[in-house]
């Protein structure tokens, strides 16, 4: 089955700076990759997400990369502000068979924004 | 749009004591999952349902672990009888998916916390 590695886990940034989070996944075969926030307490809320058929997709400060000849992705976040703190997971899911859609999620990333 | 629902938000339990989840995913999506997020990690999968339908329990504990999605909109997830090793957040999303090799994104709920002591 698939197999998401994430890093860091834990991220500790100045506010305006920016964060990254990489993730590498094993199914050559998985094509959608997503990004979740989680604060304390709360729901998994989807910020970004990429397909195999594009390499990069940018949303105001937020950005993910996929390189799928490595088999990794990352999270790219700009001018961080304290209201980005929370937990970073990333996941990988494929098309196709019994796996269809469910979500391999990688450790997460606990990033810390500093005032 | 309401968001998936559900219910309790936290569950306190004595082990070997059952326990059940309420799900109620966002009108008009027809595949339901039911994750267990472990202190610290991320998300593991239990269960995938489309519609009534469980296409992949191949994760969920069948000897005290049982689910069920009648009619294809709520769901419930059971454990019984419980043990200090589930306590746990149960987490369910929903998502709308037309097949092919499109996936679709999932939306989660706000978990279920259980404490078994």
């Known amino acids: 089955g698939e197999n998401v590695e994430q890093h860091p886990s834990t991220l500790s940034v100045q506010e305006g700076d920016s964060a990254v989070i990489k993730c590498t996944y094993s199914d050559s075969a998985s094509n959608y990759f997503p990004w979740y926030k989680q604060e304390l307490g709360k729901r998994p809320q989807l910020i970004i997400d990429i397909r195999s058929n594009v390499g990069e997709k940018k949303d105001q400060r937020i950005a993910v990369t996929l390189n799928k000849t490595a088999k990794h992705f990352s999270l790219h976040i700009t001018e961080t502000q304290p209201e980005d703190s929370a937990v970073y997971f990333c996941a990988a899911s494929r098309a196709g068979g019994t796996s269809y859609g469910k979500l391999t999620f990688g450790q997460g990333t606990i990033l810390t924004v500093h005032p | 749009e309401a968001g998936v629902v559900q219910s309790p938000r936290y569950k306190i339990i004595e082990k070997k004591q059952p326990v059940a989840f309420w799900c109620n995913p966002i009108?008009?999506?027809?595949?339901l999952y039911w994750y267990r997020q472990n202190l610290g990690q991320g998300p593991e999968l239990l269960i995938r349902y489309e519609n009534e339908e469980a296409v992949d329990d191949s994760q969920l504990p069948k000897d005290r672990f049982s689910a069920e999605r009648l009619k294809g909109v709520d769901s419930t997830l059971k454990i019984q009888p419980a043990e200090l090793g589930d306590s746990a957040v149960y987490l369910c999303a929903s998502s709308l998916d037309l097949g092919g090799t499109f996936i679709y994104e999932q939306y989660f709920g706000p978990g279920t916390r259980l404490t078994v002591t």
């Open positions: 009108s008009g999506h027809n595949t």
